[in-house]
T-cell receptor, first 114, second 113 residues
Framework: AQTVTQSQPEMSVQEAETVTLSCTYD???????LFWYKQPPSRQMILVIR??????QNATENRFSVNFQKAAKSFSLKISDSQLGDAAMYFC???????????FGTGTSLTVIP | EAGVTQSPTHLIKTRGQQATLRCSPI?????VYWYQQALGLGLQFLLW???????NRGNFPPRFSGRQFPNYSSELNVNALELEDSALYLC????????????FGPGTRLTVL
């Protein structure tokens, strides 16, 4: 089975600064999708950004961007100009192209310091 | 458009009892997924239902079961509750297989005493 590893249980960032959350995964598949989900305190999990493995270009959504290194099986999330509302638990997830099951990492708790 | 809804928000049971958790997917979504989110363990996949059928199951004992109704809503049943079943149970829905995003509900916090 695929595994997703988030090695940073907690991270903190000063408001307006940039922070990078790390994620690595293990798979033998060549075609798959990667996701970052955000779970604010006591609120629903929402999708932040996704990356198709066949695309070489890194995905970007406003202040959120990824660094996708397929050979290294690495998928980090960069948050620029951090805002207080970015404080949340962030989960990295993997889904194979041919299946519907998601594999999630253990999460990184991000604190934004005013 | 209404999102994924779950009920109840909180559920307190004692060891050995049964718990029933409910989920209503986004209108038009036929796939429903259940996850267990225990502290420090991330999200563990429990069950996937699509078109009323169980399509896949995670590494959980048989006392975790569920079903999907004709209106695509779903129920998760946990029998013979154990203390370690205490967790946040998340439901997610998506369009038919092939579409690649899951939408999550707010979760049900199950506490087993």
């Amino acid at each position: 089975a695929q595994t997703v590893t988030q090695s940073q249980p907690e991270m903190s960032v000063q408001e307006a600064e940039t922070v990078t959350l790390s994620c690595t995964y293990d798979t033998s598949e060549s075609d798959y999708y990667l996701f970052w989900y955000k779970q604010p305190p006591s609120r629903q999990m929402i999708l932040v950004i996704r990356q198709e493995a066949y695309k070489q270009q890194n995905a970007t959504e406003n202040r959120f961007s990824v660094n996708f290194q397929k050979a290294a099986k690495s998928f980090s999330l960069k948050i620029s100009d951090s805002q207080l509302g970015d404080a949340a638990m962030y989960f990295c997830a993997y889904r194979s192209a041919g299946g519907n099951q998601f594999y999630f990492g253990t999460g990184t708790s991000l604190t934004v310091i005013p | 458009e209404a999102g994924v809804t779950q009920s109840p928000t909180h559920l307190i049971k004692t060891r050995g009892q049964q718990a029933t958790l409910r989920c209503s997917p986004i209108s038009g979504h036929t796939s429903v997924y259940w996850y267990q989110q225990a502290l420090g363990l991330g999200l563990q996949f429990l069950l996937w239902y699509d078109e009323g059928e169980e399509r896949n199951r995670g590494n959980f004992p048989p006392r975790f079961s569920g079903r999907q109704f004709p209106n695509y809503s779903s129920e998760l049943n946990v029998n013979a509750l154990e203390l370690e079943d205490s967790a946040l149970y998340l439901c997610a829905s998506s369009l038919p297989p092939g579409y690649n995003e899951q939408f999550f509900g707010p979760g049900t916090r199950l506490t087993v005493l």
